[in-house]
């Protein structure tokens, strides 16, 4: 099948001819219509993490069922789909529960294994659901990922109508989610980006208040503050917390480390917590909301010939929500 493919990593993409992946009995064969990018494209060039060689990137993807395994139930082929990029064992979800992405088996669609940047794609069954048929395609691909990371960051954060929701560094696609997210939870939410633009737009898209990151101290005392860009505002998102207020912490774009005054952590009683992607239970959730109209912010949508000029829109932090790719007739 024709698919972009990573052949060293740390190395480049190229376009060209890779074996479509065997099918076990509880996988199912898709052909993808369309996908998504992520930061996971990037980084797997880097070698952090170093995939499994060759890979096809591409952890968010839509499509029609072509091929099922024998002992696949939940899904037939001709079904419309979307696949949820979390996988766990079956052990870890009946372990784990809700908790299954804290299982030592979890893994990434598309980063543990090859994903959906190619004419086909498999994934076990469990992560196979049936589309919300209300949605475009470029929706249904550019919502897995990066909603389901939003979701269960506003689940762990314990956010509830009329909280204060600051996010930090608006224009990604787990920020742009995360704030369409807590609107859908009835909260009040507050932006802050480098970019006028960025924040002028996230005004539109509903954000009470769009602060400047590069100021001194950020007005806001928040609830709770979704952070994903790391040390380089770690302090203010700490700082920006209410009296027992939750930093829920996804990633970092910035680096791995950060510094905190321990005294301001236990005398205005914060808690720091990470989140990773998401549960079983918390896709269907997602899927339930998206069906019943949640926005989706797609900032471009490319043909997957110009996937190497998308990524690098993605690198230079240039969009404001997902990209997504456009698979046409690629076999």
């Known amino acids: 099948m024709k698919a972009w493919i990573l052949n060293d990593s740390p190395g ?172 859908w939870f009835g909260a009040r939410t507050v932006v802050t980006s480098r970019d006028p633009a960025k924040r002028e737009a996230a005004l539109r898209m509903g954000a009470s208040a769009a602060i400047d990151s590069s100021d001194e101290r950020w007005p806001v005392e928040a609830d709770v503050v979704i952070e994903s860009v790391g040390p380089a505002t770690w302090d203010k998102s700490v700082r920006s917390l209410a009296p027992g207020g939750r930093m829920v912490v996804c990633g970092g774009t910035t680096g791995p480390k950060a510094e905190i005054n321990i005294p301001r952590l236990f005398f205005k009683q914060f808690e720091i917590i990470g989140s990773t992607m998401g549960s079983y239970e918390e896709f269907d959730q997602l899927l339930t909301i998206v069906d019943a109209g949640l926005p989706i912010e797609i900032d471009s949508v490319y043909p997957i010939s110009e996937y190497e000029a998308a990524l690098h829109k993605l690198e230079q932090a240039e969009q404001l929500g997902k990209i997504v790719i456009t698979h046409g007739d690629v076999k």
């Open 12 to 183: 480049t993409y190229s376009w060209g001819e890779i074996e479509t992946p065997a099918l076990r009995p509880d996988e199912v064969r898709i052909r993808v219509l369309t996908s998504a990018l992520n930061h996971m494209d990037l980084w797997v060039t880097r070698g952090m993490p170093k995939p499994p060689l060759p890979h096809v990137p591409g952890c968010d993807a839509a499509g029609i069922v072509e091929e099922i395994g024998s002992e696949v139930t939940s899904v037939a082929v001709g079904d419309e789909v979307v696949v949820n990029p979390g996988v766990s064992p079956i052990e870890d979800i009946v372990k784990y529960g809700n908790n299954s992405p804290m299982g030592p088996g979890f893994m990434i669609w598309g980063e543990h294994c090859q994903g959906g940047h190619g004419a086909f794609a498999v994934a076990p069954a469990r992560n196979v659901r049936r589309r919300p048929s209300s949605r475009s395609w470029e929706e249904c691909a550019a919502f897995p990922l990066a909603y389901l990371t939003a979701l269960r960051m506003l689940n762990r954060g314990r956010v509830r109508a009329g909280d204060t929701v600051l996010i930090v560094g608006i224009g990604s696609g787990v920020s742009t989610a995360a704030l369409s997210l807590a609107h």
